[in-house]
């Protein structure tokens, strides 16, 4: 049997095993892109709605948010307060989808 005949054979006995494989190193390949827009709406709207929100939130006070992709920062007035702050995070997270280590919450100036 040739090298052409044994290449031939393994190919037909692997042929879905090598296909899938195929397809998913053609999968990783592909650029990723990543947008913390929901289907709501821009950033920006999210970032406001998002604000809006928090600053209704009792305890919170005024609050300023801002929303990238590798996190969310959180400045507000409420933020010495642990319980507070524990709340903002659990309110965020459940937003934006972010985990806790992407989220920085921080007393707002003056305040």
Same mark, same amino acid.
């Given at each position: 049997m040739t090298a052409e005949g044994k290449l031939k +054979? &393994?190919? #037909? +006995?692997y042929r879905y095993p090598l296909l899938i494989l195929l397809l998913g $190193? $053609?999968?990783m390949l592909l650029p990723r892109t990543h947008s913390n827009a929901? $289907?709501?709406?821009?950033t920006d709207e999210n970032e406001l709605?998002?604000? #809006?929100?928090?600053s209704a939130a009792e305890g919170v006070g005024e $609050?300023? !948010?801002?929303v990238s992709d590798s996190g969310v920062?959180? !400045?507000c007035r409420g933020a010495d307060s642990a319980q507070t702050k524990l709340e903002i995070l659990r309110a965020v997270s459940s937003c934006t989808g972010f985990g806790s280590?992407? &989220?920085? &919450?921080?007393k707002l100036a003056g305040s």
């Open positions: +054979k &393994i190919l #037909e +006995k $190193a $053609a999968l929901t $289907a709501g709406g821009s709605r998002l604000q #809006e929100l928090l $609050a300023r !948010v801002l920062l959180v !400045v280590d992407k &989220i920085t &919450i921080l």
